[in-house]
């Protein structure tokens, strides 16, 4: 057990030019192949939260502009703006993530 996750052993097959690749970029940073692997898919996951939290914020635009003008029609405000989560908040939050903040000088 790694921390609360079970272990899972999985086998993957390579041609031998890409395995050779994988031990000479393991070799590099002082890794195990293994351990490479697991880097790697973690982070193509990380680009992946990106991308879905950029394509995210498409989807949502216009949830967004439509709930900037509601508070418009309500508040009087001096400034108003719409701006993206980041793809940490995002992350935390989960998807569909429209918020509000206020302030008062």
């Known amino acids: 057990m790694?921390?609360?996750?079970?272990v899972r052993k999985v086998t993957v097959s390579l041609p031998?030019?890409?395995l050779e690749y994988a031990d000479r970029v393991a070799a590099e940073r002082g890794v195990s192949r293994s351990q490479l692997v697991a880097e790697l898919i973690?982070?193509?996951?990380?680009?992946?939260?990106?991308?879905v939290a950029a394509e995210g914020y498409c989807f949502y635009a216009q949830?967004?502009?439509e709930?900037?003008?509601r508070v418009a029609?309500?508040?009087n405000c001096?400034?108003?703006l719409v701006t993206e989560f980041t793809p940490v908040m995002g992350a935390h939050a989960g998807p569909g993530l429209l918020g509000i903040a206020f302030f008062a000088e």
């Open 42 to 51: 973690a982070e193509m996951a990380a680009r992946d939260r990106d991308a």
């Open 67 to 69: 709930l900037r003008q």
């Open 2 to 6: 790694e921390g609360d996750r079970p």
């Open 16 to 18: 031998r030019h890409l």
């Open 63 to 65: 949830e967004a502009e």
């Open 78 to 80: 001096q400034e108003l």
């Open 73 to 75: 029609q309500q508040f």
